[in-house]
């Protein structure tokens, strides 16, 4: 089992930044591809961005340029940087651990990101 909490949440105006934290125990940190992804109301959940094992990285097109995903291996914690934020970036974010080894997944309770004016 994998026991993932999201933090970091919060009211922003557009233009401006927020970082979320995702903080994984129950397995091993290094072996877990972690992900964001975020589902809006009355939209079906949609992958943000990814980060491997090895630290290499992938993102939606959707938020390239203005999001960044990194890892802390010590601090078994992942985290999304989030700039430029926008109205459409409104959404519950989830944090997402894939044990590649196992095969299996599981999600964090979400945080709520809200760009407003």
């Known amino acids: 089992q994998v026991q993932l909490v999201e933090s970091g949440g919060g009211l922003v105006q557009p233009g401006g930044s927020l970082r979320l934290s995702c903080a994984a125990s129950?397995?091993?940190?290094?072996?877990?591809?972690m992900s964001w992804y975020r589902q809006a109301p009355g939209k079906e959940r949609e992958l943000v961005a990814t980060?491997?094992?090895?630290?290499?990285?992938n993102y939606a097109d959707f938020v390239r340029g203005r999001f960044t995903i990194s890892r802390s291996n010590a601090k078994n914690t992942v985290y999304l940087q989030m700039n430029s934020l926008k109205p459409e970036d409104t959404a519950v974010y989830y944090c997402n651990a894939f044990r590649q080894f196992v095969g299996d997944s599981y999600w964090g309770q979400g945080t709520q990101v809200t760009v407003s004016s």
């Open positions: 980060i491997s094992t090895s630290g290499n990285t």
């Open positions: 129950g397995s091993i940190f290094t072996r877990n591809v």
